[in-house]
């Protein structure tokens, strides 16, 4: 089975700062997304950025970014210019190509202002 | 459109009664999945409904169980309640058409499960 791997329990940057939130994943497969989740305080998880294993190119929505190193199973998210309201429970996930989601522990991230 | 509607946000529950929780996916969306988040254990995956059909199963005892109705409205049933089972559970749709897995999920806010 597929395991996610999210070994910064908690993280913190100063607002303005750039920040990188770190995950491994151990797969089989040769085809799989990948996925960043944001759960805010509110609760609701939302959906940051995703990545498709057989791009090389690595995603970008607006501040948040991805590293995605296929061949060491690495998919660290990039979050520059800090803001308050990034401050979050970031969980990454993995998409199997049987439609099965495995979430990573999460890294709880404090922007201090 | 409409996000993912979970209800009820919150429910206080006395051990060994049983809670049903419901689920509206958004609209279009055809699987639901369910999960339970604690501080300890994290994201924990329960089950995946498709069409009306369990097509994934996670590793939680019999007393967890679910449905899907025609309209692709999920609920999920927990009988015989444990202390052990206070949780927010997150339910979570996606538009899943055969081979297609491009898309993540969009949860709902969750119900928050107390038992005492």
């Known amino acids: 089975a597929q395991t996610v791997t999210q070994s910064q329990p908690e993280m913190s940057v100063q607002e303005a700062e750039t920040v990188t939130l770190s995950c491994t994943y151990d797969?089989?497969?040769?085809?799989?997304?990948l996925f960043w989740y944001k759960q805010p305080p509110s609760r609701q998880m939302i959906l940051v950025i995703r990545?498709?294993?057989?791009?090389?190119q690595n995603a970008t929505e607006n501040r948040f970014s991805v590293n995605f190193q296929k061949a060491a199973k690495s998919f660290s998210l990039k979050i520059s210019d800090s803001q308050l309201g990034d401050a979050a429970m970031y969980f990454c996930?993995?998409?199997?190509?049987?439609?099965?989601?495995?979430f990573g522990t999460g890294t709880s991230l404090t922007v201090i202002p | 459109k409409a996000g993912v509607t979970q209800t009820p946000r919150y429910l206080i529950k006395t051990r060994g009664q049983q809670v049903t929780l419901s689920c509206s996916p958004i609209?279009?969306?055809?699987?639901v999945s369910w999960y339970q988040q604690t501080p300890g254990q994290g994201l924990q995956f329960l089950f995946e409904y498709f069409s009306e059909t369990q097509r994934n199963k996670g590793n939680f005892p019999g007393r967890f169980s679910g449905r899907q109705f025609s309209n692709s409205r999920s609920e999920m049933n927990v009988s015989t309640l444990e202390l052990g089972d206070s949780a927010l559970y997150l339910c979570?749709?996606?538009?899943?058409?055969?081979?297609?897995?491009?898309?993540?999920?969009?949860f709902g806010s969750g119900t928050r499960l107390t038992v005492v």
């Open positions: 990545q498709e294993a057989y791009k090389q």
């Open positions: 609209s279009g969306h055809r699987s």
């Open positions: 797969t089989s497969e040769s085809d799989y997304y």
């Open positions: 996930a993995y998409r199997s190509i049987l439609n099965q989601f495995y």
């Open positions: 979570a749709s996606s538009y899943s058409p055969p081979g297609g897995f491009r898309d993540g999920y969009t």
